[in-house]
């Protein structure tokens, strides 16, 4: 158990619909990161999230979006589904301090999983 | 950033040591190398993480030469579960700008 708990787990929705996921982070870590995995791809960084503050984008959609809360929750937002979005979707965490240069390693959770029909 | 390359698949046996190597000619001098293992289905897993010279847990080795621009993961006495994809990560931690990027990963398949 890495201590990043990401819900749903599962869930299957239409095209055009929107969703949300939800990521807690590990208690302590300041950062949140999303990533993408479609079936049998790598890991499609999207965004990260430090203290509340949008740090850096990757290749996300202009129809999805995310947020960090006051509480360190993190939820990625997707909307006007299409089919190619069915993945698994991701959330990491990692204790970032906010001036030193830190190697914290990412922690995983285990996925929600989206099929899109 | 600094991009990575990898082998996309690797077989081997149980029992037998690993060595992946990952490609990383433009790292920066903050970059530190890390490795991560995923299971299908399941978030990735940290392995590893190293600067320069050798660096081992319980788990894996990892050897960086003195230019830095590669790494091996050594898994010593593979055994079924260790079948796996492995990633190479190479960046920097820092309260500003990340965007840690995986490549594709190695395939690894154990053999009985």
């Known amino acids: 158990d890495s201590g990043v708990t990401q819900t749903p787990k599962h869930l299957i929705t239409a095209t055009g619909q929107r969703v949300t996921l939800r990521c807690s982070p590990r208690?302590?870590?300041?950062?949140v990161y999303w990533y993408q995995q479609s079936l049998d791809q790598g890991l499609q960084f999207l965004i990260q999230y430090y203290n509340g503050e949008e740090r850096a984008k990757g290749n996300i959609l202009e129809r999805f979006s995310a947020q960090q809360f006051p509480d360190l929750h993190s939820e990625l937002n997707l909307s006007s589904l299409e089919l190619g979005d069915s993945a698994l979707y991701f959330c990491?965490?990692?204790?970032?301090?906010?001036?030193?240069?830190?190697?914290?390693?990412?922690?995983f959770g285990e996925g929600s999983r989206l099929t899109v029909l | 950033l600094a991009k990575t390359t990898q082998p996309i698949s690797m077989d081997s046996y149980e029992g037998q040591e690993v060595n992946i190597t990952c490609s990383h000619n433009?790292?920066?001098?903050?970059?530190?190398i890390t490795w991560y293992q995923q299971f299908p289905s399941q978030g990735p897993r940290f392995i590893i993480q190293g600067y320069k010279t050798k660096v081992t847990n319980e788990v894996a080795s990892l050897f960086i030469p003195a230019d830095r621009k590669s790494s091996t993961l050594s898994l010593p006495r593979v055994s079924l579960s260790d079948t796996a994809v492995y990633y190479c990560l190479v960046g920097v931690f820092s309260g500003g700008y990340n965007k840690l990027i995986f490549g594709a990963g190695t395939r690894l398949a154990v053999h009985p």
């Open positions: 433009n790292i920066a001098t903050n970059d530190y």
């Open positions: 990491a965490s990692s204790v970032v301090g906010a001036a030193e240069v830190n190697t914290g390693e990412l922690f």
């Open positions: 208690s302590g870590d300041l950062s």
